[in-house]
């Protein structure tokens, strides 16, 4: 049976990425060449306009648009998957998770795609850190994944039933990027206010993630406070989905 | 016996409540009185509905559009939640509900048998053995590697068609579809259908074509307002159908 399931999410997964890059040249090359635009963009306004005082920007920039697309895309492919999907939850009884696992794996694969590229980079700015820099970055995925998995199941269930809920969200994440340092450092943050960042669920994995290229020890508090959150994100979405989640083909 | 019994629905009742679903949040805000306190109408899709079937027979839901025969076999898949009373299944359900159910468009058809059947509750291993015998009774050809969404109509429900009856299901639950294949398509799948059915399959099938349930089925319910109004051997509904005059 899980390897049933496995197939299937591979199958659901497949038909994520195909539709998305149907009839486009470039493909799969799109998700390459979204985070060092972005990050470009970025590059140019805050660095050589603004003169923001941060060691290897452009790369500083890429760690983080490489975090945020993974969490903002996660969200925002996954609150039309079950309207997206009708026809097929509509009519079946498979689980209906996988559904949401299979747009979640679609954003993985592509973050995956983006690493080899964020290596090279980091290499040729001789920012590659070793084992610690390994460790590092495991552990600012996974906690990346904790966070945002339960979210998409959340999102994806909640646009069922209050489907406003989609657009509300483009807002909410564009307020959202600002308050993730995504293209400032918080040594640019007054003292004050640095520690509400604390709380912040992106944070710390944006911090394990950046400390894999940069070294430096990452706030342990931060990481306990979002491992903390997580965890009771995935409680209470695994509650609410299972009590939920067999009524979603009669609210389509 | 009742042990025999693949299918069995007991006193199954399914309650719908309609609202308008155009509320935004626009509406909520500036009419948010009315929102909350709009009227949830209920709708009675199915009322009280109880039959079984057993291995290796067929059975008929007759009934006009609306009668609650789409909710019915919902019902049955374990897609909708009964409001009341429930549904005993043993055995796998194989399903083939309106048109490209369980498909997805950007996928090639072949990669499609191994989503829908997936998603039918076969297992990976069995769908691999029968996958060049699905195709081939498909009919489709070679366009079997292309996206889905360049097949014709009939040529998606003849390959749904062929991947739910060949996942080997207990109960085979078929809605109608077969009104859309040509002549021949349609002999095919009811020889086909006969076939499993003598191997021990379950059938229900939803039909507005008379002959079929008659010729195929031995069993029939007829529904009316999600009612069973008759319900025994097909022949005699058929019958009392006639001298009611009643729609089907």
């Known amino acids: 049976m899980n390897c049933d399931r496995r197939a299937l999410f591979l199958a659901l997964r497949s038909g994520e990425i195909k539709a998305k890059y149907k009839s486009t040249v470039l493909g799969y090359l799109w998700r390459l060449l979204t985070p060092p635009c972005q990050s470009a963009v970025f590059f140019v306004v805050f660095s050589r306009f603004l003169r923001f005082p941060i060691e290897d920007y452009f790369l500083y920039l890429f760690t983080g648009f490489a975090v945020w697309q993974f969490f903002s895309n996660v969200l925002t492919q996954v609150s039309g998957v079950f309207i997206g999907n009708a026809a097929l939850v509509r009519k079946t009884t498979a689980p209906r998770e996988l559904f949401v696992w299979a747009s979640v794996g679609a954003e993985a694969v592509h973050l995956l795609v983006t690493l080899p590229v964020l290596f090279c980079l980091a290499l040729l700015r001789h920012r590659l850190g070793g084992a610690a820099g390994v460790i590092h970055l495991v552990a600012g995925v996974s906690l990346l994944f904790l966070v945002s998995c339960p979210l998409a199941l959340l999102v994806a269930l909640a646009n069922v039933y209050f489907r406003d809920l989609e657009r509300i969200l483009q807002i909410l994440l564009q307020v959202y990027f600002y308050l993730t340092p995504v293209f400032y450092s918080l040594a640019q943050i007054p003292e004050r206010y640095r520690s509400f960042f604390r709380f912040n669920p992106l944070f710390s994995p944006l911090e394990l993630f950046r400390a894999a290229f940069y070294g430096g020890v990452p706030d342990p508090l931060a990481a306990g406070i979002s491992l903390t959150e997580g965890a009771v994100l995935a409680f209470a979405a695994y509650f609410i989905f299972r009590a939920k989640s067999r009524d979603i083909a009669e609210e389509l | ?248």
């Open chain 2, 1 to 248: 016996m009742t042990d025999d019994k693949i299918l069995t629905a007991t006193r199954l009742g399914k309650v719908f409540y309609r609202t308008r679903h155009d509320y935004g949040l626009k509406d909520i805000l500036l009419h948010s009185v009315a929102y909350f306190s709009r009227e949830r109408r209920p709708f009675v899709a199915v009322d009280d509905v109880s039959f079984s079937v057993g291995r290796g027979e067929a059975l008929a839901v007759l009934g006009p559009n609306g009668a609650g025969k789409s909710t019915l076999l919902s019902l049955l898949a374990g897609i909708l939640r009964p409001t009341t009373g429930g549904v005993n299944v043993r055995g796998r359900v194989g399903l083939m509900l309106e048109l490209g159910s369980g498909f997805r468009h950007d996928l090639t058809g072949r990669e499609n048998i191994f989503l829908n059947g997936l998603l039918l509750g076969a297992k990976k291993r069995e769908l691999e053995e029968i996958e060049e015998e699905i195709i081939d009774f498909s009919g489709v050809g070679d366009f079997i590697d292309e996206p889905l969404r360049t097949y014709s109509t009939g040529m998606q429900t003849r390959l749904g068609f062929s991947i739910a009856v060949h996942a080997h299901p207990d109960v085979m639950i078929v809605d109608e579809v077969l009104a859309v294949g040509d002549s021949e398509f349609r002999r095919k799948c009811l020889a086909k259908l006969r076939d499993e059915k003598e191997c021990g399959m379950a059938v229900v099938l939803v039909t507005h074509a008379l002959d079929d349930a008659e010729d195929f089925c031995d069993s029939a319910i007829y529904l009316e307002h999600g009612r069973i109004r008759f319900a025994g051997a097909t022949r005699d509904v058929i019958s009392r159908i006639a001298e009611n005059h009643c729609e089907y």
